[in-house]
């Protein structure tokens, strides 16, 4: 997601594309999490029974990265690995060649608790 002051929230790329839909309302309470700090960072929130982690990549990149968890899932626990795809995408952010990447990033994201129950 971007945010910009004339168009407002843009959202740059979604996966799976299906299973994922946001309010505007609740992606404005994301863009208010981060919008004071203008630091790379992230934040987390519940909203009814999903979790959120999100990370800010900073004022320099101005993109929020955004993942939705069951209730159950601890947002901490997805931190070092949200961190790590948003800046995988972000290196290819110009040329738009991250949306191939999306499906294997994905991938990624739901192995990463089971490699830290094994570490």
């Known amino acids: 997601m971007k945010f910009d002051d004339r168009s407002g929230i843009d959202i740059k790329a979604k996966y799976p594309?299906?299973?994922?839909?946001?309010?505007?309302?609740?992606l404005m309470h994301i863009f208010n999490l981060h919008e004071f700090s203008k630091q790379p960072g992230?934040?987390?929130?519940?909203?009814?029974?999903?979790?959120?982690?999100?990370?800010?990549?900073?004022?320099?990149?101005d993109f929020f990265f955004i993942l939705m968890l069951n209730i159950l899932e601890n947002p901490e626990d997805y931190e070092?690995?949200?961190e790590e795809v948003a800046q995988v995408i972000l290196?290819?952010?110009?040329?738009?060649?991250?949306?191939?990447?999306?499906p294997s990033l994905y991938k990624r994201i739901l192995?990463?608790?089971?490699?830290n129950k094994n570490i």
Do not use: C, M, Q, W
């Not at 594309?17 to 609740?26: L, P």
């Not at 192995?111 to 490699?115: G, I, L, N, Y």
């Open 17 to 26: 594309e299906e299973k994922v839909k946001i309010s505007n309302r609740t």
């Open 42 to 61: 992230f934040a987390s929130l519940t909203i009814e029974n999903i979790n959120f982690v999100t990370y800010y990549s900073g004022s320099e990149t």
């Open 80 to 82: 070092a690995i949200l």
């Open 91 to 102: 290196n290819k952010i110009e040329t738009n060649k991250y949306v191939e990447l999306l």
């Open 111 to 115: 192995d990463h608790p089971k490699e």
